[in-house]
T-cell receptor, first 112, second 114 residues
């Protein structure tokens, strides 16, 4: 079946630095990918829709300059958290649209 | 705007028993998809079951079945013969046929009692 690989699974970074999270479809092409944020014991909050070859579409309230999304190929979307702050600490999940929806395994970001 | 409501933040069931998780949704569309996703402690999202709104027959996947009531906008998940591995967060989700976005409910944490 369809597999989405997300890396890294865990990352710790210092305040003010940037961190990149990769979401890769391994055996299918994904023209659309989604990025979610999940706080502890809460639901998935859609941050943005990543479209191959075009600009991402951000949900209301999501800072596009802080959360940079690049979807440069049909198999790779990246989320870069820029100038990270402790409040950006969270669990980030990507998903890709194929026949259905396939989710990555998530990235736990801790900003210290 | 479409919304998905899960009114049970937590539930518990004895192993081997049956449990039903509730979900209601609001939409003005007539054609859409509904899903139940499972998120175990690993936090990997796993599709449990999917229902197309145009199908009257309730979807079934082994021990998992749904009760889809379109007029009532209700989409409950029944887990039969509960197993310890069923312990997880369960999210009900909605997708419009015109959009790729999925809207998630807030989730129900299911505990399985041995």
């Amino acid at each position: 079946g369809a597999v989405v690989s997300q890396h890294p699974s865990r990352v710790i970074c210092k305040s003010g630095t940037s961190v990149k999270i990769e979401c890769r479809s391994l055996d299918f092409q994904a023209t659309t990918m989604f990025w979610y944020r999940q706080f502890p014991k809460q639901s998935l909050m859609l941050m943005a829709t990543s479209n191959e070859g075009s600009k991402a579409t951000y949900e209301q309230g999501v800072e596009k300059d802080k959360f940079l999304i690049n979807h440069a190929s049909l198999t790779l979307s990246t989320l870069t958290v820029t100038s990270a702050h402790p409040e950006d600490s969270s669990f980030y999940i990507c998903s890709a649209v194929s026949y259905g929806y396939t989710f990555g395994s998530g990235t736990r970001l801790t900003v210290v | 705007a479409q919304t998905v409501t899960q009114s049970q933040p937590e539930m518990s069931v004895q192993e081997a028993e049956t449990v039903t998780l509730s979900c209601t949704y609001d939409t003005s569309e007539s054609d859409y998809y509904l899903f139940w996703y499972k998120q175990p402690p690993s936090r990997q999202m796993i599709l449990v079951i999917r229902q197309e709104a145009y199908k009257q027959q309730n979807a079934t996947e082994n021990r998992f079945s749904v009760n889809f009531q379109k007029a009532a906008k209700s989409f409950s998940l029944k887990i039969s013969d509960s197993q310890l591995g069923d312990a997880a967060m369960y999210f009900c989700a909605y997708k419009d046929i015109r959009d790729d976005k999925i809207i998630f409910g807030k989730g129900t944490r299911l505990h399985i009692l041995p």
